[in-house]
């Protein structure tokens, strides 16, 4: 274990010689040691002044390393940064340096220069500092001391909103995905719940930082440990396999039941005293959370309902480049025969939903010539689910092909109604099925992002009246016109929601300004047994940051479907790294499964990753 602590003056000399012994690591002659002492001195009136940090050996004492952070704001300097030679390796400089991050945010500076010797760049890059454009244009203003390298790095806190919504500390994370599907009778969601268990893996990023995860299916060993490394969170316990209930309770029952069958796993997780945050709310949620539950607080998850919002809201004006599309319900298939030969017979093209869906289930868009391939508009309706459907206008998107049409944006409300702006994103959906998201800076176009998060903002005021109290989103599409089109909210958490909580985290962590893209379903060449999974996810790690970028295997479990596929995250300062990262995981992803064969596993058959818990309720660590 590393402590930090300030440095004291009286350390000074035997901080200038750990200092020399770490820079003659490297191999230096002594003659260029000896040309370095003076500036690598410090004499002790500096070491306040310089704000030099040390990290001493909790157990033993030892200084192990040291960090200044120099200058005022809003440029700091990281002046030292130097680790004893027999502790490199261990996490020291990792330490010191996400301190003097922190330390920087908490200052007020807004920018970190780092002049870096050639042989701690690959370290300055793994941090997530960038090379400085004073390093790459010759002649320019301020630059770095000849033979080293100039990184740079935007200090940020964690995001007002991330603070807001678990109190910027850990949380308990309850991946009740099928739980909160299956409040609604809705024929466009499947009853078995496969699929939502596998969705629940999302859980570990519910927040910034989970304290615990709780979750219906078993997850791989290892994999949230390589989350947590990834992301630097400490201490989170897992319980898994919940699904099939517990004592007394039927094999469907919803996790958070399954948890209170559990009198020992209720009572720990109530024992940390940490928020709980689920998915999304139900009532078995709120029993076990201790919360009332007022099940019209989700009316807005019913489409037809959010569409009368948006009209409502638009009535009052103050919206220009809102638009809305018209929608009309169909209580039987008869109608909705009806209304869509007389659009088709239009040349107008349509959307058919479903009340409730997830992801774009229970969502099709429906051309003329689709009307007229399947031989009439009875025939089309025939392949879709059962039960009440709305015919929505569809709204043609813009003409140029690298303009998003589809955008979300994500906020919360909070438990004294306030709402709190995440921001908005952009999403790829292919055919009405929502297949990811990109959350960062710059990602929504100029044009969209103030009328985007304007409206998004006046409903979560009315989601706040009627009583909500938790994550929404509002779904967007473009027009070719400069107008975006409200189509449906999300009571609950979504993918783009996970984009915005991992972002709030490496911004913290390694500097402001990351764009984060989550991927559902990446293809994977084969059934992959756990070993071969763990192998695939390092190269991809390695891939990824050799590039600049973070991966993180968000949804590990679907490796293991007859179909295949693995939920990803990644993460990196700009569009094109963050390109050419997604490219690099879909390609690998494909090749893994030339050397497997049929007959792989199809689950994994373990049953937690750091806890299990026994028939009795009882956590087993």
Known sequence: MVKLRAARPGEADELTALVLRSKAYWGYDAAFLVSCAPELRIPAGEVAGRRIVVAEDASGGGVLGLASLEGAPPVARLGLLFVEPEAIGRGVGRRLYRDALRRAAELGFRRLLIDADPHAAGFYRAMGALVSPESRAAGGEDEPPAGLVRFEAEPAPLADWARAWTGGGPAVHVGNVAEFNAQFADASLAREQRAAHHYACLAAFYSPWPGALVLPGA??????????????WEGVEVYDGLAAGGPGLPPNAGLSDAVRARPALAGRLASAGLPLVPWGRTAAFARLAGLPWRPRELRYESKSAAHGLFGRILAGGGHPLILLPGQWPAPTRRVAARLLAARAGAGESTVLKSEHGV??????????DRVRAAGGARAVLRALPRGPLLVEEYVSGPAEPDEPR??????????????????????????????????GPGVVPAWAEKPLLAFGEAVGRELSAAGYRGWFDVDFVADGAGRLAPTETNLRLTGPSIAFMVAARLDALRGAGHLVRIADRVGLG??????????????????CAELGAVFLPAIPTGAFDPAPWLGVLVAAHSREVLDAAEALVRAEALAVGAGFTE??????????????VGDDGVPVT
């Open 219 to 232: 997850v791989p060993p290892g994999w949230i440990e390589r989350v947590g490394r990834l992301l630097e």
């Open 359 to 368: 992801g774009g289930s229970g969502t099709t868009v429906v051309t003329p």
């Open 599 to 612: 007959g792989q596993p199809t689950e994994w058959p373990g049953t937690s990753v750091s806890a299990s």
């Open 406 to 439: 589809d955008l979300t944006y994500d906020g919360f409300v909070d438990g004294a109604g306030r709402v709190h702006e995440a921001g908005g994103a952009v999403m790829d959906v292919a055919d009405g099925e929502y297949r990811g998201a990109t959350a």
């Open 526 to 543: 084969a059934r992959l047994p756990g070993a071969a999974l763990d192998e695939l996810c390092e190269t991809l790690e390695r891939g």
